[in-house]
Antibody
Framework: EVQVAESGGGLVQPGGSLRLSCAASGFTFSSYAMNWVRQAPGKGLEWVSTISGSGSSTYYADSVKGRFTISRDNSKNTLYLQMNSLRADDTALYYC??????????????WGQGSLVTVSS | QSALTQPASVSGSPGQSITISCTGTSSDVGGYVSWYQQHPGKAPKLIIYDVSNRPSGVSNRFSGSKSGNTASLTISGLQAEDEADYYCSSFTSSNTLWVFGGGTELTVL
């Protein structure tokens, strides 16, 4: 059974840092791109970042570029999101999402339950 | 402002059918679209991929289609358990790899 589970969220002051983790199981982790998607309270979904299966390619939304770093440890089946220079508008539930493709276009086939990040003084 | 445009809310009575639209551009919806269902306090769940394909275990009351740069999600035989938020999403050919619609709140009357 495929499972992804986020951890590491919490309350942090503006300008601070936090690292999220996502533990994956039930699939060959290194074969799939992984993503972070966030949802601010009462708002919609927003793509944050993607990393390829090997970890050699990374992509970021403009809103986090230069502040967030996505990485993965395929030996530990774990995805990370290092968040620096946090701002109030980064407050959100952060989801880890596994990417799948049928060969036509990718989509998110499994999501974790999310990890809440609150940026406030 | 979301990259893909969805109606903020739709409603229907049990047993009826409803359709949720998702409008984008040739760079996103012009390709392929996926749809996600999110119940309050829960994680999103994939219900449609590649415009019209259902993952295993998803009810065949859910169907997807596309015309030009507008995709649609239809739910037939509405049930109380269908009450949720629905999001469309597309992989893009721009630096913003993924875009989502703003979400549609479905109310079953």
């Amino acid at each position: 059974e495929v499972q992804v589970a986020e951890s590491g969220g919490g309350l942090v002051q503006p300008g601070g840092s936090l690292r999220l983790s996502c533990a994956a199981s039930g699939f060959t982790f290194s074969s799939y791109a992984m993503n972070w998607v966030r949802q601010a309270p009462g708002k919609g979904l927003e793509w944050v970042s993607t990393i390829s299966g090997s970890g050699s390619s990374t992509y970021y939304a403009d809103s986090v570029k230069g502040r967030f770093t996505i990485s993965r440890d395929n030996s530990k089946n774990t995805l990370y999101l290092q968040m620096n220079s946090l701002r109030a508008d980064d407050t959100a539930l952060y989801y880890c999402a596994k990417e799948m493709t049928s060969g036509i276009q990718p989509y998110f086939d499994y999501w974790g339950q999310g990890s809440l990040v609150t940026v406030s003084s | 402002q979301s990259a893909l445009t969805q109606p903020a809310s739709v409603s229907g009575s049990p047993g009826q059918s409803i359709t949720i639209s998702c409008t984008g551009t040739s760079s996103d919806v012009g390709g392929y679209v996926s749809w996600y269902q999110q119940h309050p306090g829960k994680a999103p769940k994939l219900i449609i991929y590649d415009v019209s394909n259902r993952p295993s275990g998803v009810s065949n009351r859910f169907s997807g289609s596309k015309s030009g740069n507008t995709a649609s999600l239809t739910i037939s035989g509405l049930q109380a358990e269908d009450e949720a938020d629905y999001y469309c999403s597309s992989f893009t050919s721009s630096n913003t790899l993924w875009v989502f619609g703003g979400g549609t709140e479905l109310t079953v009357l």
